[in-house]
């Protein structure tokens, strides 16, 4: 689902047709380095601790460990370790801010968390399209790019398509 709505994030800004494949084809990777993260913290059921929640916020930069080689596309390396940076410099790991952020970064970042709300975990319920819609507009110029949002808000009932073609 992210690589879908990333692809039509990516579609609608216009990007180049090679970096909209490139986003669309790297998108499912952004969290590759959960793999170095302890399952307890990855499953945990309820809010994670401030010592926890600085070991998951390590998964960007060992995702990066995995695929920084030069054979590898720095879109994808982008995507990797920057998805959870945020508009307004509150991210991590580095805390970029604006357009110091990746575009591609930008974009999966916004289908990651689009993906996130809308999903059940173990630790929360699934939110409705509406507060899903609602969280991540409210988020423009904090967590998201006042123009990412702007385009979000053109191609939402696409997300939501996807969304339920792609339900697990």
Do not use: C
Not at 35 to 50: A, Q, S
Request: charged share 30%; hydrophobic share 40%; net charge negative.
């Amino acid at each position: 689902r992210v690589a879908k709505y990333s692809e039509i994030i990516a579609t609608a800004l216009d990007l180049p047709l090679e970096k909209i494949n490139e986003i669309t084809l790297y998108a499912p990777l952004h969290d590759i380095g959960k793999v170095g993260i302890p399952h307890n913290i990855l499953k945990k059921p309820g809010k994670l601790t401030p010592e926890e929640f600085k070991i998951m916020m390590r998964h960007s930069y060992i995702g990066y460990q995995m695929i920084n080689d030069p054979a590898i596309s720095e879109t994808a390396k982008n995507i990797v370790l920057f998805h959870h940076e945020k508009w307004d410099g509150t991210g991590y790991p580095r805390r970029l801010k604006g357009d110091e952020i990746p575009i591609e970064a930008q974009i999966v970042a916004l289908a990651d968390v689009y993906d996130a709300l809308r999903a059940e975990r173990v630790y929360k319920s699934a939110f409705s399209k509406e507060q899903t819609e609602e969280i991540i507009k409210s988020s423009s110029g904090a967590h998201f790019m006042p123009q990412l949002i702007e385009v979000f808000d053109k191609v939402k009932d696409k997300f939501e398509e996807i969304y339920w073609k792609f339900k697990d």
